[in-house]
């Protein structure tokens, strides 16, 4: 059976904490009761508060809970849920460095391979265990700046509600502690088990499903106060505004004028007005590539760009790839696929190491990935772009097919395509159509390669130009013809 800990300490919501309990327990019970297909009748998961010393904690007001077990009596669990905390006197979560022993005590539990939440500023506490280090994450949207400015490692998401990377939850909200009981109950014991659980606790299966929401009713802008008040001001007021709003209007919307905007923002982020409007437009199309399957084209509009050529501009300067890349990029790394995707590259989306090893290639190099509806590439090295005159953001997330243009009707790409469907290596010729529209002769090779497991990564398809071999060939047949003719 699951084992979900509810991390106790000082300081820390007393209705996250309580409520915490009670959702999972009441959704316990619904799931255990539940008969449905797909659902065992057993206990899906039991539920441990724990805390430092086992002692009760006290939330600000004053207010003691009781827990069942010290941090130290916790030797294995499935699941850690970090409640947020209540803010300061400033507005912003506590100094983290007060809770070293927890910290360590989560980063233990991660790397025993336990899922480890934080809802709001909860999130804080994963920073200050190191988990956050190199993860896309997220938090409360007012303490974006405080979070990125205490952990300069961490890749943190601004305005998404909930972000999975590599068994590191966040949410966004002092009451996001629903949306992560709900998501780990998902991770844990299945879709199934989850709508049950939602269906029962919070009387809407819609949460499990990924359906929008409206945002929350409640505003903070007065809980941050000081330099950082200015970013997280302006970074709002950015959001909310349309494609046409500009540097000066963002002075004016902040009260102040041109001038002091420019000083204001290089001082706290180095940027220049244009720069810092562009980078936040850019985090929101991130977090839209991330969260929706919507395509390219409509992102560019609902992140705040006038037209998808400056959206995309604009993106590779910040993100370093193109938007289908980063879709990609960013799946494989939340399904964790090995090492290949750890870090990210100026324009591509492999090692630095293997993109220098299979650029040196003089044949082409791609990988399509499985998991992706119709086997888009998702990684081409530069003999590619050579040998075919594409650039890589017209390669990276299309089905290699497209070199095919009109010339559909060949004997190689059926035996291709069965191959592709049974897994199986295999090496065709097929006539391919480089972007100015000239025929070359592709030897085509297509490896599977699987994991430890057996699991289906990704294809490797490596490309050799037999053209200049092919076009001898028919001269040499030519001249035999020739000859022939002339013995006769
Ligand atoms: C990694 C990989 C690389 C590929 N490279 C090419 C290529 O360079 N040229 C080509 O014509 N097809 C290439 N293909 C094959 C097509 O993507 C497609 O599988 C083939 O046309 C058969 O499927 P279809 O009949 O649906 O088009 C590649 C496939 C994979 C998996």
């Known amino acids: 059976m699951r084992k979900i800990v509810i991390a106790g300490l000082n300081e820390c919501l007393g209705s996250a904490f309580l409520g915490l309990t009670d959702l999972l327990a009441l959704a316990r019970r619904a799931i255990a009761r539940t008969r449905a297909p797909g659902l065992s009748a057993e206990d899906p998961f039991y539920v441990v508060a724990a805390s430092a ?12 809970f009781p827990v069942a077990a010290s941090f130290e009596a916790i030797a294995t669990c499935d699941a850690i849920i970090v409640p947020s905390f209540s803010p300061d006197e400033d507005g912003k979560p506590p100094d983290m460095s007060r809770f070293g022993a927890a910290a360590a005590w989560l980063r233990r539990h991660h790397s025993r ?25 997220t938090t409360s949207w ?22 999975e990377d590599r068994r590191v939850v966040t949410a966004a909200g002092p009451l996001s502690w629903i949306d992560v009981a709900l998501h780990l109950i998902r991770t844990l014991c299945g879709v199934d088990a989850a709508r049950v659980a939602a269906d029962f606790t919070v009387g ?20 941050n106060e000081g330099a950082d008040a200015f970013l997280t001001e302006a970074e709002r007021i950015i959001r ?17 004028s041109e001038r002091t905007l420019h000083r204001r923002l290089k001082q706290a982020s180095g940027e220049s007005p244009k720069s810092f409007i562009d980078r936040i437009r850019v985090e929101t199309a991130r977090m839209l590539l991330e969260t929706s399957a919507r395509p390219v084209k409509e992102l560019a509009s609902s992140a705040g760009f006038a037209d998808e050529a400056s959206f995309r501009r604009a993106f590779r300067r910040v993100a370093g790839m193109a938007p289908s890349a980063y879709r990609v990029w960013a799946r494989a790394r939340s399904q964790n696929k090995g090492q290949l995707f750890a870090l990210r590259k100026e324009t591509e989306i492999i090692p630095k190491m293997l993109t220098t090893m299979f650029d ?5 190099v791609t990988l399509a990935d499985p998991d992706l509806e ?16 594409y650039e890589l953001d017209e390669i990276i997330g299309r089905n290699c097919r497209f070199l095919q243009a009109d010339d559909r009707d060949q004997e190689g790409r059926l035996r291709l395509r069965e191959a592709i469907g049974n897994r199986e290596q295999v090496e ?61």
């Open 360 to 364: 040196a290639c003089v044949n082409g």
């Open 204 to 223: 809407e299966a819609a949460l499990v499903k990924g359906a929008p929401r409206s945002p929350t009713a409640y505003n903070a802008t007065t809980l």
């Open 240 to 256: 909310q505004s349309d494609s046409s709003f500009n540097a000066q209007e963002l002075a004016r919307a902040l009260s102040t």
């Open 374 to 389: 119709d086997l888009p590439i998702i990684y081409a090295n530069r003999p590619f772009t050579r040998i075919t005159g």
């Open 53 to 64: 010393n086992g002692e009760p904690i006290r939330d600000p007001t004053g207010a003691s």
């Open 113 to 137: 391979g336990a899922v480890i939440a934080g809802c709001g500023s909860g999130v804080f506490l994963l920073g200050e265990a190191g988990l956050l280090d190199g993860r896309r994450c």
């Open 428 to 488: 065709v010729t097929l006539r391919n159509y480089r972007k100015d529209g000239t025929l070359f002769h592709n030897r085509l090779n297509i490896t599977p390669l699987f994991d430890l497991n057996g699991r289906l990564l990704y294809f490797l398809g490596v490309q050799y130009d037999i053209s200049a071999q092919v076009e001898a060939e028919l001269e040499i047949g030519d001249l035999k013809g020739k000859l022939m003719s002339l013995k006769d």
């Open 142 to 163: 007012w303490h974006h700046e405080e979070l990125k400015q205490r952990y300069a490692r961490i890749d943190a998401a601004w305005g998404a509600r909930l972000i």
